[in-house]
């Protein structure tokens, strides 16, 4: 399906334009079609989730006919849609929620992470062992364990279905020498990515390692993902993701930074094969060190 995240974004976009070439502002136009200034503001900045009824009011007032109506009509019918991520609530947990809706239109997927591995490639014994990470900190959950690790599954399954979207993931090595899980987790966990990776060959992890030389240029603040979707017209989307939140981008000089950091980043990665190795060796110690043959 279209992803209903990445088109009300776009129908946002869209509707705001259309207001300003009309030289209506926000408040003219919320009593126009009879809702409030919020009801405008949300749908301008993609908010919420589009009534069909106010879209259509909107574009006759604003003049709207043929192919732009038909047009915008079928943006705004993607954007309503509903995904099978909506049946979890928050149970899942919200910014998985996000991914799910991204993922679900996505032609590729493209991302760097420094701190984390990122939930596609995560085996259900180490998703256990982040749960039982936050519970340790004492902080109050926003999500509900098992139902946000049937999500996660539901995810893999989806993106790794047949005619599903290209991935490129780099891995900083320091992921997998930090990351405070116990040995034998994190040693299943290597060698289920070394799995994915073996079978799956639209799906790549490439290790930046700790010793690797940049070329000049700042390095990225955090982790984030690149999206680009079938349809050319839906614009490439950046999730930046920090501690608590993630910030969404799709002005072009906003994506494009993020492209050259993931360019940058990417040429001083192993080359896959290397990679996959690095994976299994490092696999290896952990279980020496967990005790395990």
């Not at 006759?60 to 192919?67: A, F, M, P, S, Y």
């Not at 940058?264 to 990665?269: E, I, S, V």
Request: proline share 6%; hydrophobic share 40%.
């Amino acid at each position: 399906m279209t992803s209903p995240f990445v088109r009300r974004r776009r129908l946002a976009t869209e509707l705001r334009t259309l207001r300003e070439q009309n030289g209506m502002t926000a408040d003219e136009l919320a009593q126009r079609i009879y809702r409030s200034r919020m009801t405008v503001s949300k749908l301008e900045n993609a908010r919420c989730r589009p009534d069909i009824g106010d879209i259509v009011k909107i574009m006759k007032i604003l003049g709207v006919t043929g192919e732009k109506f038909d047009d915008i009509f079928k943006i705004a019918c993607d954007a309503a849609d509903r995904g099978w991520w909506d049946s979890y609530g928050d149970a899942m947990g919200a910014r998985q929620r996000m991914y799910a809706d991204i993922e679900s239109g996505a032609a590729t997927i493209r991302g760097y992470n420094q701190m984390s591995i990122p939930g596609l490639v995560q085996a259900p014994g180490f998703m256990h062992a982040l749960v039982e990470m936050d519970l340790a900190e004492g902080s109050e959950l926003s999500y509900v364990p098992q139902r946000s690790l049937e999500a996660r599954l539901q995810r893999q399954q989806r993106v790794f279905r047949r005619g599903g979207p290209i991935g490129e993931i780099i891995l900083d090595e320091f992921v997998l020498k930090r990351l405070p899980v116990p040995p034998h987790a994190m040693a299943a966990q290597l060698r289920h990515m070394v799995e994915i990776l073996t079978r799956e060959p639209r799906f790549t992890i490439l290790i930046l390692p700790l010793e690797a030389r940049l070329a000049p240029g700042r390095l990225p603040p955090s982790g984030f993902m690149l999206y680009t979707f079938p349809d050319p017209t839906d614009p490439v989307l950046v999730v930046v993701e920090n501690a608590n939140t993630c910030l969404v981008h799709t002005e072009p000089h906003e994506v494009a930074e993020y492209e050259r950091y993931f360019d940058r980043l990417r040429k001083a990665t192993l080359p896959a094969l290397e990679s996959i190795s690095l994976l299994a060796d490092t696999a290896d110690r952990l279980s020496e060190q967990a005790g395990e043959t």
